[in-house]
């Protein structure tokens, strides 16, 4: 029985291949835009669970107060892994680490490579998994590396083992390698590519068993029996005992939550990536029930010529179940080929989808979970497609489909309208949030930062690069493609290298107030176009400003009344300058006062303004082959801090860039039911469209009159999508604190947009009915 009804099925298809291809062209977009984004879910919900211990292992953030408000910070005194192993029970394992650059030597390759100085028990938290060396012994020597199968293979080349090879580090010292690691996947939290004792960097750095330096990332395994809850809190308790200090205070976080929920506020975990998850899964069901509605519509638009058939069959003997089963089993069928296609098209799709995202996925129909999930997709979408034709076209009563009664169509006409509608609203909610968010970051992106990005390299401080500043800044200006260099401490956008419990003349409880210290040299404010609005910047004799400072624009006010000029801050650095606030950290908010110092000892980028005009890879190869000159032993590598600047955005570019291929995915599948209801009604209507031409009516009053139903529900569809779009964006937007206004005109467009494309997708097939000869129209009459 199955089989038969399966063939009358693919009959039925095939003799209304028209309307078919329309159907099965819909549903394919439809399940290819949810497949890409269950794709993407999969991946993100994917971080780190790779690691076996993911439900065990913790992070260990801070919480600061400053000024009455609670902080989060992910980092932590150094002594603080070892006091809770040692002193709260539950926890198995903790460890110290500290992310660094590395410049690998070996031979005549020289590579950079990511890595941390961590303790012993870093390595079995993230469950590494060697292919050479042993996971107990590998951290015996205080000199060993563990490295990455990749940069195994970088440095020594493809089977060659690497235990015991010596690699030279930063052309200073040398590690010998005593294990090799699997590569980690692309979407874990905290990437690496070798791991050295952290004994080795404690060495040298007596600091890092004070509790007032928070530097280091700390990581801690909870036994599976222990109670979070009760470990939680005794971890909350130890930063006030040791310090006696109730305004820092360190917490777990979960492995499982370092990616999905990774934004805090006020000391609080407010969710994150989740949210955008969550969204795009939303989206994806929408992105299905458009096209599901486009079925629905055209199989009951075309209840009139299926009519006789269903009254026929019932007179032959066929029951509603049986019908409802034929028309099922049609719905399915045309999913299922809506299946094949889409994973063609995924097959185009995905590679480009990739570099939108930035992401490395692929649809791998040999994963059980993706066929699954695919073949799920298929039987949801040709249930729900198809359940309302079916039941729709079976109830037809026999008698007055053969005497050619008249049937009532009220109902399915204004469920018709009621779907077309709906695909409107849904595509102008997409047109309007694509038209705010690119608003948003556009707004964002034209703040005035304090600083001037465009022509402005970053390059890293390594090697002799310090001591040889002077010679590297004449050579370069030399050039003439080069206007000025600076160094700097810490990167111009972010945060970092902050300090609190200052005092400073003019101010009142300033030991609550949190401070970032930068460290310059005298060029780098010229160089990124910071502003002096007050006093004088440092002169090129650093003997005479030793001890001056510079400070910001935000820093001045807190010094009270009156110029900051000549003010002292801890009664031994009078200040003489006030540079112009800038934005750094986060880019939406505020940032918090700096005090800058002459001094270039602790820098770690050099800032390079390039001449205005000059081609940008001529300027790139004089700074490289200065740098080869003065510091050979290191490859040349910069960014672009615009570019980095950009990358600040990721989140909101991608939310911009998905609603544009929503926006477009939802208008084309809407569009495609559009064209085939309007073939309908042209269709319909073909008799009364002849006599009009008879009685002299125009083509572009025909159309006019084909066209003004469709354009009322798309009238319809623009009221009620608009106070929707309102309210999401509105809610969005109250996520940021620098945020754009909604302004009229994006409705206004979105609505414009919305009726031209619709009015272009009914005048073709109005146009062409209108251009039929009546005499063919007419023929049977």
């Not at 029985?1 to 549903?27: C, D, E, T, V």
Request: negative net charge; charged residues 20%; aromatic residues 10%.
């Amino acid at each position: 029985m199955i089989k038969n009804y399966l063939k009358i099925a693919w009959r039925n298809l095939w003799k209304n291949k028209g309307y078919s291809m329309l159907n099965i062209f819909g549903l394919a977009i439809g399940i290819t835009c949810a497949a890409m984004i269950l794709l993407w879910v999969e991946d993100e919900v994917g971080y780190d669970a790779n690691f076996d211990k993911q439900d065990v292992v913790y992070y260990v953030p801070t919480n600061q107060q400053y000024e009455g408000e609670w902080r989060t910070f992910h980092s932590t005194p150094g002594p603080l892994a070892e006091v809770l192993k040692e002193e709260v029970p539950g926890i198995l394992g903790a460890a110290r680490t500290k992310e660094e650059d590395f410049l690998f030597q070996v031979g005549e390759t020289a590579i950079n490579k990511n890595g941390r100085y961590a303790d012993p028990d870093f390595l079995s938290m993230f469950s590494l998994s060697f292919v050479e060396g042993n996971l107990e012994t590998v951290f015996d020597d205080v000199d060993a590396i563990v490295i990455s199968q990749e940069t195994a293979t970088q440095l020594f080349g493809e089977n060659i083992s690497a235990i015991n090879k010596v690699i030279k580090i930063n052309n200073e010292e040398s590690y010998t390698v005593s294990g090799v690691y699997e590569d980690l996947p692309h979407n874990v939290t905290y990437s690496f590519d070798w791991v050295v004792p952290f004994d080795h960097f404690a060495k040298d750095n007596e600091w890092v068993n004070e509790y007032d330096r928070n530097f280091a990332d700390t990581f801690v395994e909870l036994s599976p029996e222990a109670n979070f809850d009760v470990v939680n809190n005794k971890v909350k308790a130890i930063l006030p005992m040791k310090t006696e200090d109730d305004e820092t205070i360190a917490f777990l976080f979960s492995m499982k939550d370092w990616h999905l929920r990774s934004a805090f506020e006020g000391g609080k975990n407010i969710g994150g990536q989740i949210t955008y998850v969550r969204l795009f899964s939303l989206i994806a069901l929408i992105i299905l029930l458009i096209a599901c509605i486009n079925f629905m519509n055209l199989a009951t638009a075309r209840s009139e010529k299926r009519a006789n058939e269903v009254g026929v069959r019932k007179v032959l003997g066929s029951g509603r179940k049986g019908l409802i089963s034929q028309f099922m089993a049609e719905a399915i069928i045309t999913a299922g080929l809506s299946s094949v296609l889409s994973v063609l098209l995924l097959k185009l799709l995905v590679p480009q989808f990739n570099t939108m995202i930035g992401k490395q996925l692929a649809l791998n129909l040999v994963n059980p979970t993706h066929l699954l999930t695919l073949l799920g997709i298929t039987l949801i979408c040709g249930l729900v497609a198809g359940w309302y034709p079916a039941f729709y076209l079976s109830s037809f009563k026999p008698v007055d489909v053969l005497k050619g009664a008249r049937r009532s169509k009220g109902s399915a006409s204004m469920i018709r309208k009621g779907l077309v509608a709906t695909q409107f609203v849904v595509s102008i909610v997409f047109i309007i949030s694509t038209i705010i968010v690119y608003q948003q970051v556009q707004h964002v992106k034209g703040r005035d930062l304090g600083y001037n990005k465009e022509n402005l390299v970053k390059i890293p401080v390594n090697g002799d690069m310090i001591k040889n500043f002077k010679p590297i800044e004449e050579d370069m200006k030399a050039s003439g493609m080069i206007e000025s260099i600076g160094f700097i401490n810490s990167d111009i956008l972010s945060g970092g290298n902050n300090t609190s419990g200052l005092s400073w003349q003019g101010g009142v409880d300033t030991e609550d107030v949190l401070v970032s210290v930068r460290d310059i040299t005298v060029d780098f404010f010229n160089t990124t176009g910071m502003k002096i609005i007050e006093g004088r910047g440092f002169s090129n004799n650093p003997a005479q400003d030793s001890v001056n400072i510079i400070v910001s624009e935000s820093f001045a006010k807190l010094m009270g009344s009156g110029s900051a000029i000549g003010k002292t801050i801890e009664e031994d650095y009078p200040v003489i300058g006030v540079v112009k606030d800038y934005v750094y950290g986060d880019m939406y908010g505020s940032s918090d006062p700096v005090i800058f110092f002459n001094d270039p000892s602790q820098a770690r980028f050099l800032y390079v303004k390039t001449t205005t005009g000059i081609e940008t890879s001529l300027a790139l190869n004089a700074m490289e082959a200065t740098l080869h000159k003065f510091n050979p032993a290191f490859p040349f590598e910069y960014e672009f801090v615009d570019d980095t600047y950009d990358a600040k955005f990721k989140s909101e570019q991608l939310i911009g860039n998905l609603s544009q291929v929503f926006a477009l995915l939802a208008i084309l599948i809407s569009c495609l039911g559009l064209f085939g209801l309007s073939a309908f009604t042209a269709d319909q209507r073909r008799k009364e469209i002849g006599v009009r031409k008879v009685l002299g009516s125009s083509i572009t009053g025909i159309v006019g009159l084909l066209s003004k139903d469709f354009m009322k529900l798309v009238g319809v569809a623009i009221i009620i999508a608009t106070p929707i779009a309102w309210l999401l964006m509105q809610n969005w937007l109250e996520g940021f604190a620098y945020r754009t206004s909604i302004n009229a005109w994006a409705f206004i467009i979105a609505g414009a947009v919305a009726i031209v494309i619709a009015l272009l997708t009914i005048s073709f097939q109005a146009i062409n009915a209108a251009r039929v000869n009546p005499v063919k129209s007419l023929r049977t009459e």
